[in-house]
């Protein structure tokens, strides 16, 4: 019940590529704190698009922010600026990131009456929030020490960051009328016809929803985790 979606292998060769352009960033003067600052402003901006529904841009934006996620740890690491503060800004700007996101979702799909799609979004956020209490909690008292809890559970926040991109991506791709994917509409007996506005965004439910369940059992999973390591100690 501990294998996560993305391998701690896959995570090092990921940094790796990423190392050049950090060490890049670094030489245009930035430091690691201002490159985590970046990724959180184009967050924001990511929400904002979000709730004007501009679903390509918002997708294409969370990406380019989430990079910044990776740029940040790595320039401090190959310029020996890991930081106790560093590593603080860094967490907490980043959930404060998704979060933000996902409001900016929510938004957008109560301008488009798509009420589910901002009730996804809500269960999305809190089940993402949770991801990342169980982690920072379990550190805070020891019980992650020698194991890294990032390597708990099927959905950390970069496998939540891309299914949230692919979903914002296909609803803008496959537009708000494609009969070819789901019905716009369904006629009940007595040739009454019953128009479904929302039927578009089915890629966003999808993705939303998703993530949700993702991660409530990646939470499940880090619970089960600790309990196992407080039965080790004692």
């Given at each position: 019940m501990s294998g996560s979606l993305v391998s701690a292998g896959t995570r090092a060769r990921v940094r790796g590529l990423m190392l050049p352009i950090a060490l890049g960033l670094g030489r245009l003067g930035l430091t690691?704190?201002?490159?985590t600052a970046i990724g959180f402003a184009i967050a924001c901006v990511a929400a904002v698009a979000a709730a004007e529904q501009a679903w390509l841009a918002a997708g294409l934006l969370v990406i380019f922010g989430a990079l910044?996620?990776?740029?940040?740890?790595?320039?401090?690491?190959?310029?020996?600026k890991v930081?106790?503060?560093?590593?603080?800004?860094?967490?907490?700007?980043?959930r404060?990131?998704?979060?933000?996101?996902?409001v900016?979702?929510?938004?957008?799909?109560?301008?488009?009456?798509f009420a589910l799609g901002a009730v996804l979004a809500s269960a999305a956020m809190a089940s993402a929030v949770m991801v990342s209490y169980t982690r920072a909690k379990a550190e805070s008292l020891g019980f992650s020490a020698g194991t890294g809890m990032?390597?708990?559970?099927?959905?950390?926040?970069?496998?939540?960051?891309?299914?949230?991109?692919?979903?914002?991506?296909l609803t803008r791709?496959?537009?708000?009328?494609?009969?070819?994917?789901?019905?716009?509409s369904i006629t009940l007996p007595g040739a009454i016809e019953v128009v479904l506005p929302w039927a578009g965004q089915i890629w966003l439910a999808w993705s939303l929803g998703l993530i949700a369940v993702l991660a409530t059992i990646t939470t499940i999973q880090r619970i089960v985790h600790t309990i196992k390591q407080a039965a080790q100690q004692g």
């Amino acid at each position: 019940m501990s294998g996560s979606l993305v391998s701690a292998g896959t995570r090092a060769r990921v940094r790796g590529l990423m190392l050049p352009i950090a060490l890049g960033l670094g030489r245009l003067g930035l430091t690691p704190n201002a490159l985590t600052a970046i990724g959180f402003a184009i967050a924001c901006v990511a929400a904002v698009a979000a709730a004007e529904q501009a679903w390509l841009a918002a997708g294409l934006l969370v990406i380019f922010g989430a990079l910044f996620d990776l740029f940040d740890g790595a320039l401090a690491r190959a310029t020996g600026k890991v930081s106790k503060l560093g590593a603080f800004l860094d967490s907490t700007f980043d959930r404060w990131g998704e979060g933000v996101v996902y409001v900016g979702i929510a938004i957008g799909c109560l301008a488009e009456d798509f009420a589910l799609g901002a009730v996804l979004a809500s269960a999305a956020m809190a089940s993402a929030v949770m991801v990342s209490y169980t982690r920072a909690k379990a550190e805070s008292l020891g019980f992650s020490a020698g194991t890294g809890m990032a390597n708990i559970g099927l959905a950390p926040r970069e496998v939540r960051i891309v299914v949230l991109t692919a979903g914002l991506i296909l609803t803008r791709i496959q537009g708000t009328a494609n009969p070819l994917l789901v019905l716009e509409s369904i006629t009940l007996p007595g040739a009454i016809e019953v128009v479904l506005p929302w039927a578009g965004q089915i890629w966003l439910a999808w993705s939303l929803g998703l993530i949700a369940v993702l991660a409530t059992i990646t939470t499940i999973q880090r619970i089960v985790h600790t309990i196992k390591q407080a039965a080790q100690q004692g």
